[in-house]
């Protein structure tokens, strides 16, 4: 195996076949959950002014791409997440009603990531969020199960419409697991070894209560204080049988208030955020709690189209020896 793809690997669908498969997927799930949760339609901002710190700088672990605006003389970003963004966007729609929102078509340049056969410089989100009068576990956990469950019904609907493609590549079922379980199950195994056996006995599944318990890892994606609650962040796996490994598709989360980042700031620290715009509107309760979920569009695609790599599904940026490696082994990527 190089690069994640078997030796001898040849991909069901030609490559006609497959932009029509992405466009059938992608369409399908924005479509579908824009319906279910009758969300507003909003095109995402890309970039944001330095000074409203509406980025994620994920524990400075990762720099934004910024650039000069000759007219204004200021400077812009290229935004990292739009998880703040959408927030602010919910806090000026007037008199909207509890557990409806927006949703989010999401691209940016991630430069820091650590490309692989399911990840690439290129990130891109479908992104919802909507409006709370509290934290509610049990619809943050409705909310997960309603996405699955349309994630599972586009897979029904590409594979009636591609028969090569298997019937079905997901689970019929969604278990929820917190870290502690996963630990007492495999108490030899590492964190992603967890995840990985867990998902191949078990199929698709929801972690939940683990960031606090990961934060001081290296290996896992770093959390900032001012996002998410992490009591309530869960995300979604499923097993993907070509590429033999789990797969995460997705997460949800409340976004903090103003105790919640009190708390994670002594946790964290990251105090150089105390004094900034957005933290302001969060102690000022300016901001109103919402539930923040994403799927990541590019993994659902390539696991429905029984793809081993993320090049065959979106364009992005890649190494010469790989491509080199993609055309003798005649892998069409984009």
């Known amino acids: 195996m190089k690069y994640g793809i078997v030796l001898g690997y040849v991909s069901k669908l030609n490559f006609k076949e497959t932009l029509k498969a992405i466009e059938l997927i992608k369409d399908s799930l924005f479509f579908d959950v824009r319906s279910k949760f009758k969300l507003i339609a909003v095109d995402s901002t890309i970039v944001t002014d330095k000074k409203e710190w509406l980025n994620d700088d994920f524990q400075q672990t990762k720099r934004p791409i910024d650039f000069d605006i000759t007219e204004f003389k200021d400077f812009g970003e290229i935004m990292l997440s739009n998880n703040k963004w959408r927030r602010k966007i919910i806090s000026k729609i007037e008199h909207l009603e509890l557990k409806k929102g927006i949703i989010s078509k999401f691209t940016t340049i991630d430069r820091d990531t650590k490309a692989s056969n399911t990840s690439s410089v290129i990130y891109e989100e479908l992104g919802i969020e909507i409006v709370s009068k509290e934290i509610d576990m049990k619809f943050l956990d409705k909310t997960l199960i309603d996405i699955y469950t349309l994630i599972y019904n586009v897979d029904k609907k590409v594979s009636s419409e591609f028969k090569i493609l298997k019937t079905s590549h997901f689970s019929k079922t969604l278990t929820f697991v917190t870290y502690t379980k996963l630990r007492e199950l495999y108490p030899l195994l590492t964190f992603k070894e967890r995840i990985n056996k867990f998902a191949k006995e078990n199929g698709s599944f929801v972690l939940k209560d683990y960031v606090e318990k990961i934060i001081n890892h290296k290996s896992m994606n770093n959390f900032s204080e001012d996002v998410f609650n992490f ?85 992005s940026i890649w190494s010469n020896e790989f491509i080199e490696y993609c055309n003798s082994n005649k892998i069409k990527i984009l």
């Open 231 to 315: 009591k309530t962040y869960s995300k979604l796996y499923v097993y993907n049988h070509e590429c033999e490994k789990a797969m995460s598709l997705g997460y949800a989360s409340y976004q903090v208030d103003r105790e919640v980042l009190r708390t994670q700031n002594l946790l964290l620290k990251e105090n150089y955020k105390n004094n900034t715009n957005y933290n302001f509107l969060i102690k000022a309760n300016k901001l109103p709690i919402t539930l923040s979920a994403g799927i990541f569009v590019n993994r659902v695609t390539m696991t429905i189209t029984e793809k081993q790599h993320i090049a065959e599904v979106h364009s």
